[in-house]
């Protein structure tokens, strides 16, 4: 019922921006508590940041500054706008939505971005 789908990632030169965002493929008209993770290779996933359906963010790295999160509610998407790219920023990007007390229930298959020169 609710199918996270991410889109945008790609190939990005070191200083340069990527724009990623997760769209719900489901069926249902709800608003969710909306996540992005990513992971390195050889790493953990990691959390980026989280937005509530009323647009309030939390970012894991208090060294951010670079990322920023949000909605746009008529598209019913959740964006990850990414500045100053970084080669550690490589790696798998997903989405997750459905906080149910611990973890998210619903993630999507996620998009690559690569950070190279």
């Known amino acids: 019922q609710v199918q996270p789908v991410e889109s945008g990632g790609g190939l990005a030169q070191p200083g340069g921006s990527l724009r990623p965002s997760c769209a719900d493929a489901?069926?249902?008209?709800?608003?969710?508590?909306t996540a992005w993770y990513r992971q390195a290779p050889g790493k953990q996933r990691e959390l980026v940041a989280t937005?509530?359906?009323?647009?309030?963010?939390n970012y894991a790295d208090p060294k951010k500054g670079r990322f920023t999160i949000s909605r746009d509610n008529a598209k019913n998407t959740v964006a990850l706008e990414m500045n100053s790219l970084k080669p550690d920023d490589t790696g798998v990007y997903y989405c997750?939505?459905?906080?149910?007390?611990?973890?998210?229930?619903?993630w999507g298959q996620g998009t690559q971005v690569t950070v190279s020169s």
């Open positions: 997750a939505m459905g906080w149910v007390g611990s973890s998210y229930r619903y």
């Open positions: 489901g069926s249902s008209s709800s608003s969710h508590t």
């Open positions: 937005i509530t359906p009323a647009g309030s963010t």
